[in-house]
């Protein structure tokens, strides 16, 4: 199996992988509707109390097996009785990417737009009937889309340490670089200090049960926690990299980029009267209007739809490298095994046609695709966060926690380490989980 020549390698592509539309798009909604600074630090504390053991877990299985997320629970457990699990994330990050790479493409588009200066003068009506107008046009959408596709693809079609790590190299970075410059730009606009205040004074009586399991949930989004990622990548590590200082300082570098993602945000919403309870139009609809009554709106805005595609097109190359590294080995003893770029081509036109399927139902092109009054956009993100994500999660820490001979875990708080991944954390994610099913 092939793995990462160096250490920061596995290191910047992990971030890469968690480093997405999670934490630079959804963040900053999400903590915009959860109160602000009281969120922030239950968020932290989610992530380094649960994210950590579960980050730690997915690495080790990975190391430990040398295998992808397909072939991982098969070599550890010494049976098939875990490869549904496998196939489980398989379809998860199938279904994430059939709208992922949707939205990928409207950041590209959006992108191409602000460079045009066509925001210029758009107030929040014209803005809002601008991207209504695009999301509903099937063929622009679709083209963009397949422009995101074609992008990742291009990078897999490289073995991970010359496509994955030489890209995560170049492009992390880029993406630390602009989101401190854009940061510190909007610190100092005028009436700024509002929405600072809101991101990092910590009001608690905001906090609430729902809040905290919310926090929870958007931890493991983040961290792109039970999807095979960084099982995969986990089996690209050099044998000597250590999986505890690798999966703590990925774990503050997702923080830093989305209290950095929150800085850029929340000081301009405020400073121009809008607010933080936006949801996911805050992306779209909310800061090009912000963007437009701000220094060279349109080099603003550029910048930030570039940054936004940074951050996703990172994810999509962990996301659609979990499905390759699947299709090679799952075909590796067949009569016809798939070599890295026939999985890469196969993956590819999968993600195609079910990209075309989720924009035709949310363009209203294919009625039929309409499933209890939702489109297949929202099923799919739907059926993804709320149900497998923390299926993922919750079976991973099961199987290690039970089924990993324990020999395989040695050192300084191992016994800890195995009392979080079996009681604390599966029930925690059980709750999360009843919670998300609106049961509680």
């Not at 968020?43 to 080790?60: K, Q, T, W």
């Not at 099937?138 to 496509?163: E, M, Q, R």
């Not at 079910?354 to 059926?383: K, P, Q, R, V, Y």
Request: overall charge neutral; aromatic content about 14%.
């Amino acid at each position: 199996m092939k793995s990462f020549s160096s250490k920061i390698g596995v290191l910047l592509a992990a971030a890469g992988s968690a480093v997405g539309l999670g934490s630079i798009w959804k963040f900053p909604y999400t903590v915009g509707e959860n109160g602000g600074g009281a969120f922030i630090i239950l968020y932290i504390a989610c992530s380094l109390i649960f994210g950590l053991p579960l980050v730690m877990n997915e690495f080790l299985i990975g190391k430990l097996s040398r295998k992808s997320a397909y072939g991982a629970y098969r070599t550890l457990d010494g049976t098939n009785r875990w490869q549904w699990l496998a196939w489980t994330t398989m379809f998860s990050v199938l279904l994430i990417l059939s709208f992922y790479f949707v939205v990928t493409g409207w950041c590209i588009y959006y992108m191409v737009q602000a460079a045009s200066n066509t925001f210029s003068g758009m107030n929040a009506a014209a803005l809002t009937t601008f991207f209504n107008t695009f999301e509903k046009d099937a063929f622009v959408t679709i083209l963009y889309a397949i422009i995101a596709i074609v992008l990742t693809a291009s990078v897999l079609w490289f073995d991970v340490n010359k496509g994955i790590e030489r890209l995560s190299k170049i492009l992390m970075p880029i993406l630390f670089i602009m989101l401190i410059a854009m940061a510190i730009h909007m610190v100092f606009i005028d009436g700024g200090t509002t929405g600072l205040r809101f991101l990092l004074q910590p009001d608690f009586s905001k906090i609430t049960p729902q809040v905290i399991l919310e926090a929870m949930g958007l931890s493991f989004f983040t961290l792109s926690i039970g999807l095979g990622i960084l099982i995969t990548y986990g089996g690209y590590m050099p044998k000597d990299q250590n999986v505890t200082s690798t999966s703590v300082q990925m774990i503050i570098l997702v923080i830093i980029v989305s209290l950095l993602a929150g800085i850029i945000v929340f000081p301009a919403v405020f400073a121009y009267g809008f607010s933080p309870k936006e949801g996911p139009e805050l992306t779209f609809i909310t800061l090009p209007e912000v963007f437009q009554q701000m220094f060279s709106p349109a080099l603003t805005s550029t910048a930030f739809f570039f940054l936004m595609c940074v951050a996703a097109i990172t994810s999509t190359i962990s996301m659609m490298e979990v499905m390759v590294a699947f299709v090679c080995e799952a075909t590796a003893k067949t009569r016809h095994p798939l070599g890295r770029h026939q999985s890469v081509v196969v993956v590819s036109l999968i993600l195609v046609a079910a990209n075309i399927l989720c924009i035709l139902s949310t363009t209203g092109h294919a009625d039929c695709l309409t499933i209890m009054g939702h489109n297949l956009f929202d099923n799919a993100n739907t059926l993804v966060t709320d149900f497998l994500i923390p299926l993922g999660a919750f079976a991973t820490a099961v199987f290690t926690g039970w089924f990993v001979p324990k020999a395989l875990y040695q050192g300084r708080g191992a016994a800890i380490y195995l009392i979080l991944l079996r009681w604390i954390i599966p029930i925690a994610i059980f709750i999360v989980f009843l919670n998300s099913m609106k049961i509680i």
